[in-house]
Each structure stands twice: as structure tokens, then as C-alpha cells.
Nanobody
């Protein structure tokens, strides 16, 4: 059983940056492909980006390309989401997720964190 704990959310102004972290425990971290999703009030959970087991593949949703970067530190069992040039419409709860299969853009992941709130003020 893998436990995921996100941190780093908060309030930021339009155009600002945040770095989210997701710490994993309870399993062999390198078994898992990781992803970040987000969910705004009244909307479905949507894929932000993912990273394969050793970080050499990082697919992103089109709306974040060039602004967000996903990375992982396997020695620390942690995955990161660096978010730059944030927009008010990106206010949401951000979740990290893990699965043993390849990264997919649908929320078909085996494990989820509790989420961290990101609020972008205009």
C-alpha cells in the first residue's frame, strides 16, 4: 500500500509560481509512474502531467506546456510539480497519483494523495 502526501499549495498572484511536492511511502517508489491531476470546483479531475519511473519521459497536458515542469527524486521518494506563470483559472485542488502501468491521462491510478489547494488571485 502506497501513501502519497502532497504539500506546497497556497495562495499566489497571477503570474506567480509554486512548487508542489508529493512524498511517497509504503512501497518501492521506482515501481510507480507518477502523475499530477487537478480539480476545480464543479469540474472533473483533469490530467496535468506525468513522469515515468526514472524521469526520462514527462508528458504534459497542452494547457501547461512550457509553464509547468514535473520531476522526481527517487532517492527521496518524492515527485515535484513546478508551476510558473499561474493563471486564476488554474485555481484547484492538485493531486498526485501513482500507478504501475504507463502514464495515462485518465484518472485510472492505483493510489492518490489527499490533494493540496492552489489558489491564484487575479
Amino acid at each position: 500500500q502506497v501513501q502519497l502526501v502532497e504539500s506546497g499549495g497556497g495562495l499566489v498572484q497571477t503570474g506567480g509560481s509554486l512548487r508542489l511536492s508529493c512524498a511517497a511511502s509504503g512501497g518501492t517508489f521506482t515501481r510507480y509512474r507518477m502523475a499530477w491531476f487537478r480539480q476545480a470546483p464543479g469540474k472533473e479531475r483533469e490530467f496535468v502531467g506525468g513522469i515515468n519511473r526514472y524521469g526520462d519521459s514527462t508528458p504534459y497536458a497542452d494547457f501547461v506546456k512550457g509553464r509547468f515542469t514535473i520531476s522526481r527524486d527517487n532517492a527521496k521518494n518524492t515527485v515535484y510539480l513546478q508551476m510558473n506563470s499561474l493563471k486564476p483559472e488554474e485555481t484547484a485542488v492538485y493531486y498526485c497519483a501513482a500507478r504501475t502501468g504507463v502514464v495515462v491521462t485518465t484518472p485510472e491510478y492505483d493510489y492518490w494523495g489527499q490533494g493540496t489547494q492552489v489558489t491564484v488571485s487575479s
